[in-house]
């Protein structure tokens, strides 16, 4: 569920709750340093059964401890996280624990202390630092969860408007009691044309100010279509004199959105409808997955590139690579490789072909390449270029592309990240000549839920189920 806060409170406490609150964070912010430094004592410990360490280690730690707090200090980490799944967070500290021992690395290299360090240490210290932060707000939650049973720490909400998305926040607020928000009710407006189940009446919109302001209510959920101005307008006046948090939620539930979210540029409050998960940090951790894992990769099967290589030049005449113009991220088009697989004129009559079942065009050993996919390992050449990511939607031919993008809705979006040699539609079986909606809806799974351990559950399943396929031919 998306919604803009139209107002928040500041320095406002409302409630022993709220005090409460603060604390954990207050405990959060201080514990997570403190498991910084203890998880590289504990982490010696482990390895070399004792504390008495060099300096050299303590003058790393030390140091590891400054850029630690400068790197959590300007983090969100430390906010609200009322209604925020454990999930993300999780991810924010396992990025911010990647920076600190990224920085560690670097300056362990740039004095020269590398060969002087345990590596298994180093590795021991991350694990059991980031198992410690990460326990610590699994306890939190917990504690939080207990003190709202029983009545504590919880936020008074009321919403306006009855419609289905006023339903689904009722019912979303309901389910997920973790979150501390109590429903008292909803008001009506003259263009409602229903109700609210499991929350009550509280009368009708010019009723809202007086009953927020009398029974001191927390938050309130403005559920209104985004052209009903007037009523809109009308609830922010009545309001205008209230402290209670406002939040205004979108009536977009209906609609198909990619990472859809909400910030600020510029100190505007911004709705985002459609955007690439790859922004900023995210987009740097994709690259340097790609270009990490793609050198390796072609360390490792350069020996089987060679044997390919000599196989297509001496049974086929032509080169060995076949170069062909793909399309990938942003619409920008790429010379995409591959072990050449037919003949060198293959295509001069006939154009550029789908390729389908029974079709009789690859060379003997280009058809044992194709149905074992090894004609696509040339394609890690582009991924270290930054034409193309390991993972991603398959790419697919201009000519192909302004056909399909007015045959198949939302197939363009497939381009707001960069192709990839396998991806959820491939490792799912919908590759080749198979049912292009399909192939697109996981297309779209993929970008809308996107993360570095998504890629590697694509990638460990391409290796057991992606390469022989029934449709590759």
């Known amino acids: 569920m998306s919604y803009v806060t139209i107002r928040s409170q500041s320095g406002l406490w409302k409630s022993s709750g709220n005090k409460f609150t603060a604390a954990l964070a207050l405990l959060l912010r201080v514990g997570d340093p403190t498991v910084l430094v203890l998880g590289a004592l504990a982490a010696y410990e482990l390895r070399f059964g004792d504390l008495a360490m060099p300096m050299n280690y303590g003058r790393l730690i030390s140091i590891t401890l400054l850029f630690g707090l400068l790197v959590l200090g300007t983090s969100s ?89 006023s339903q689904h926040i009722a019912n979303t607020l309901r389910q997920n009691a973790w979150a501390g928000i109590s429903v008292c009710g909803w008001f009506t407006t003259p263009s409602d044309r229903g109700t609210v189940e499991g929350a009550a009446p509280l009368g ?92 390796i990769i072609l360390l490792m099967i350069a020996p089987l590139m060679l044997a390919i290589a000599a196989a297509v030049k001496l049974t086929s005449p032509g080169p060995v690579f076949y170069r062909q113009e793909r399309m990938s991220w942003n619409n920008k088009t790429f010379w995409m490789l591959k072990f050449r697989s037919m003949p060198v004129d293959a295509e001069g009559a006939s154009g550029a072909v789908w390729a389908k079942a029974g079709e009789n065009r690859a060379t003997r050993v280009g058809g044992f390449l194709r149905k074992t996919s090894l004609d696509e390992l040339p394609q890690f050449i582009n991924v270290l270029r930054g034409d193309m990511s390991i993972v991603g939607p398959r790419p697919e031919r201009p000519v192909f592309v302004h056909k399909f993008k007015h045959e198949i809705p939302s197939y363009m979006k497939k381009h707001m990240v960069k192709a990839g040699i396998t991806g959820w539609a491939q490792v799912n079986g919908w590759r080749g000549s198979t049912d292009l909606h399909k192939r697109i809806e996981c297309d779209l799974f993929y970008i809308e839920n996107w993360s570095t351990w998504f890629d590697m559950r694509i990638i460990a399943l391409t290796i057991f189920k992606g390469f022989i396929n029934k449709n590759a031919y």
């Not at 911010?96 to 740039?110: D, E, N, P, R």
């Not at 010019?206 to 309130?220: C, F, K, M, R, S």
């Open 77 to 165: 980490l430390y906010g609200s996280w009322r209604g925020r799944g454990l999930f993300s967070e999780f991810v924010q500290l396992l990025l911010k624990w990647v920076v600190i021992f990224g920085g560690v690395l670097a300056y362990s290299t740039a004095v020269q202390l590398t060969d002087e360090l345990s590596r298994l240490w180093l590795a021991l210290w991350f694990a059991v630092s980031l198992t410690g932060v990460v326990g610590m707000r699994i306890m939190a939650r917990a504690a939080a969860a207990w003190v709202r049973a029983r009545g504590m720490d919880v936020r008074s909400a009321v919403i306006v408007g009855a419609n289905p998305d």
């Open 204 to 295: 009708d919109i010019t009723q809202l100010g007086a009953y927020v302001e009398a029974n001191h209510i927390d938050q309130v959920w403005i559920a209104l279509p985004m052209r009903d101005e007037v009523h809109i307008s009308l609830a922010l006046n009545q309001l205008q004199h209230a402290t209670a948090d406002i939040k205004f939620v979108p009536d977009m539930f209906g609609v198909h959105l990619l990472n859809h979210s909400v910030e600020q540029v510029a100190g505007l409050p911004v709705i985002n409808l459609q955007q690439t998960p790859l922004q900023g940090g995210a987009r740097l951790l994709k690259a340097l997955e790609d270009r990490l894992l793609a050198g």
